[in-house]
């Protein structure tokens, strides 16, 4: 077979046109050997390397091989470290997926073919949102789980509520990826856009602590720890009750606001 008969013509209609191809190339981009493997090593060596040599330590200290304080820390490190460094790294990945292709030319020459302008923006997030739930949420928390399990409590913690602790960060990190795609959309500046949303990943704290309503808003409630307040993914990895879901479910419909957003201004915009 050679030529264009090895090629499948796929038909799509309104805003959908496109989208299945353009999804699947994204997708590839992220689990290619050469990129899957440097984000392997990135996440899992930042999130559970620290963790590891940080539990050991606790671990030969206190003399015992399973350690409240040190699967209580663990848990901590594996919040913040995913919460706050992975979510830098989301926005790294996104501060170029619309502006750059904006300022290259590239979405000008796509949308000249059959692909509408809304799964051009869907494309980028959840093509670059499957690579972010698996290479920062899905492996490092897996792992981690193991190591808080069996270095930490020295027996298995609830492996459905742990599930769901690493559920609740990776709407952390879609909240920043959303953001940063809204970003991109608004304007056709790289610094502008990596600026600002790093400006609200470290400011949020601040926020809250002038306006403590953020902390049921923002991303920041749900992995950072407050004097007397339980994190929701600590209570979660410990499978204890939750004190609140409000930063998830705001972090969740402030995402979905983003997204469209994104829609809105990325149609009207010239390219």
């Known amino acids: 077979m050679s030529g264009n008969s090895a090629f499948v013509i796929r038909q799509g209609r309104g805003w959908q046109r496109g989208l299945d191809n353009f999804l699947r190339a994204e997708i ?36 015992a091989s399973g350690s409240m304080e040190a699967a209580q820390t663990g848990a901590m490190l594996y919040s913040i470290f995913t919460g706050l460094f992975a979510a830098v790294g989301v926005v790294i990945v996104m501060q170029d997926a619309i502006v750059g292709e904006k300022l290259s030319g590239t979405a000008a020459w ?71 795609l809204m970003l991109g959309t608004l304007f056709n500046s790289r610094g502008a856009v990596i600026g600002l949303a790093l400006a609200l990943l470290f400011g949020q704290q601040f926020l809250a602590q002038m306006l403590p309503v953020l902390f049921n808003i923002l991303p920041i409630g749900i992995f950072l720890p407050r004097d007397g307040v339980t994190t929701i993914t600590n209570a979660l990895i410990f499978g204890q009750p939750v004190p609140t879901l409000a930063p998830v479910l705001w972090s969740a419909g402030l995402s979905v606001l983003f997204v469209l957003v994104s829609l809105w201004r990325f149609e009207r915009t010239e390219l």
């Open 28 to 63: 590839r981009a992220w689990f290619g050997r050469r990129t899957f493997l440097t984000h392997f090593l990135i996440w899992v060596g930042m999130i559970d390397g620290i963790l590891l040599a940080t539990m050991l330590s606790i671990s030969r200290e206190s003399g």
């Open 110 to 180: 796509v949308l000249s073919k059959p692909v509408s302008r809304s799964a051009f923006v869907l494309t980028k997030l959840f093509g670059n949102m499957a690579g972010i739930l698996v290479l920062m949420v899905l492996i490092p928390g897996i792992i981690a789980y193991i190591l808080i399990s069996q270095i930490g409590m020295g027996e298995w913690l609830p492996l459905l509520s742990f599930l769901a602790a690493m559920g609740s960060l990776g709407v952390a990190l879609i909240f920043f990826q959303t953001f940063t």
